[in-house]
């Protein structure tokens, strides 16, 4: 019990940034403001039962900055027992008299689900209220589930209206916000120019994440020349202000732009392309989906190029394997990536773009490695592509970044299957003894999980299972009596986290990841 009370009361410290005790930053009422020095422990002026009964009096004359007090002491447990109703009350009561942080507060209670069921739609409309009853914290929060689609839709445009209103008012983090969107072109055409200006307005106003996003815009050269001393000037200021992000990207080797096209890489428009070829473009390309073959079935080999937010630049390129199975509309198949996970997927072609049906994938994130991260599958747009000996589906895929609730950057695949000369049927390399290893389900919720792949001969195979720091979680050497396609159940009773599975056969080793929830 004591567990869930201090939770609770660490969530509601969240009320603490925005002045809570005073709508004003100079309070008129000397009373309220004796009765706010006598609730600081360690003082000579503490005295938390004379300045709760000042609170009650002033709440009782109908001062509604009092009633918001009496809110935050009982949410905080301040020289009163913890009582989280009655702090909802209070901020209830302030909030009829218009008195706008009591807004704010009663927004954070909903959005966390503390004392009060969750609702992120009652959250947003609170967030709204307090905005406009001058709040500036409201601005920030309100846009920022518009700009999630949380308790409200998704709405960039609105997000952007929001931020502009909140900058207007002086909000530092709004102005911010709105080289956000610019930066990653969501809702505006994406344009590190603008990102830029915002965050160097941001910045001149002590916004860390302003000051963070200047060091990386010239780390790796969005929208300025390359400068790494420049890069370091900001990481380290947004460093010393806090921000763990800033000492994560100091540490790192290589910038995420290792490998620049340009030393000063300027967003442009891109078009969309009818016709593509089998090379990997060196800035993304926008695809028109042409899939004029009647059946795509096939295990494919290729890459994952991962662009920058303008499309200008590779950042990374991933090998996948990709087994697609095709009746009519319906693709069903089986996705593995080299630095992510392996999974089963469904999906729809339709004319214009290929729908994937509730496909996730988790892949590691840059700054926070070795913790993955969760993608949604979202859509395709691929063209067929042959050659005398092969068939290649090439364009865009767009993840979903169910976290951040917004697009993965833009994304391009290149995949090819070898086609016999009489039948057009895939051929499978044959010199892969095992192939297409497959954890599912994934993440793993029991106590087991089965283990599927492809078996082209006989051979002895075993696995290892190790934690991200490389200890030994689990071995098993794996029994087959057939050939074709295998499937083994394996006990696996281990602490939630991630894994790495290696399966080996002769002098070769396959690597996936296994997710254990």
Wanted: glycine content about 6%.
């Amino acid at each position: 019990m004591k567990k869930t009370i201090k939770t609770r009361i660490s969530l509601l410290l969240l009320l603490g940034t925005v002045h809570c005790f005073s709508q004003t930053e100079t309070n008129q009422n000397t009373e309220l403001t004796t009765a706010r020095l006598q609730l600081i422990e360690g003082t000579s002026n503490y005295n938390p039962e004379a300045a709760l009964a000042t609170y009650l009096l002033q709440a009782a004359q109908g001062n509604a900055e009092a009633m918001n007090g009496l809110g935050l002491i009982y949410s905080r447990g301040m020289g009163v027992p913890v009582n989280e109703a009655l702090a909802l009350e209070w901020f209830e009561k302030a909030a009829q008299n218009g008195y706008a942080k009591s807004y704010y507060n009663i927004a954070i209670l909903y959005k966390k689900g503390v004392s009060v069921t969750k609702d992120l739609t009652k959250a947003a409309a609170y967030f709204e209220k307090a905005a406009k009853s001058g709040c500036n914290d409201g601005w920030i929060c309100w846009g920022e589930m518009a700009k999630d689609g949380q308790g409200i839709p998704q709405d960039y445009t609105l997000a952007m209206s929001i931020f502009q209103q909140g900058a207007n008012n002086g909000d530092e983090h709004c102005i911010y916000a709105q080289g956000y969107l610019y930066y990653k072109g969501f809702g505006v055409p994406q344009d590190y120019n603008k990102a830029i200006e915002f965050f160097q307005q941001a910045a001149d106003k002590g916004n860390v994440m302003g000051i963070y996003m200047l060091g990386y815009c010239y780390r790796n050269g969005y929208g300025v020349t390359i400068d790494a001393e420049k890069a370091k000037y900001w990481f380290t200021k947004a460093a010393d202000l806090g921000l763990k992000r800033a000492n994560i990207e100091l540490a790192q080797p290589l910038a995420e732009n290792a490998a620049p096209n340009q030393t000063k890489t300027v967003s442009t428009t891109i078009p969309e392309v009818e016709n593509i070829t089998t090379e990997i473009p060196k800035k993304y390309k926008k695809v028109k989906q042409k899939i004029n073959k009647s059946d795509i079935s096939g295990i494919y080999t290729g890459h994952l190029m991962r662009y920058d937010w303008s499309g200008q630049n590779i950042l990374s390129t991933t090998p996948i394997k990709v087994t697609l199975d095709q009746e009519g509309e319906a693709l069903t198949g089986i996705w593995v990536e080299q630095e992510g996970d392996s999974i089963a997927f469904k999906a729809t072609m339709k004319k214009k773009f290929i729908e994937f049906d509730d496909s996730k994938i988790d892949r590691l994130n840059r700054y926070q490695e070795p913790i993955l991260e969760t993608y949604k599958f979202n859509e395709a747009k691929l063209q067929v592509l042959t050659t005398e000996d092969a068939l290649y589906l090439a364009g865009n895929l767009q993840l979903y970044n169910i976290k951040q609730h917004e697009n993965e950057k833009p994304m391009y695949v290149i995949l090819k299957r070898k086609i016999t000369a009489d039948e057009n049927e895939p051929n499978p390399a044959a010199n892969e003894i095992v192939s297409q290893l497959v954890v599912y389900p994934n993440p793993v919720t029991s106590t087991s999980f089965k283990l599927s792949f492809e078996l082209a001969e006989q051979t002895d195979i075993s696995i290892r299972i190790y934690d991200f720091t490389g200890f030994l979680v689990a071995k098993q050497k794996l029994t087959t009596t057939t050939l074709g396609l295998q499937e083994q159940n394996i006990a696996f009773d281990a602490p939630l986290g991630n894994y790495i599975l290696n399966l080996y056969y002769g002098n070769e080793v396959i690597k996936t990841i296994l997710i254990k929830k």
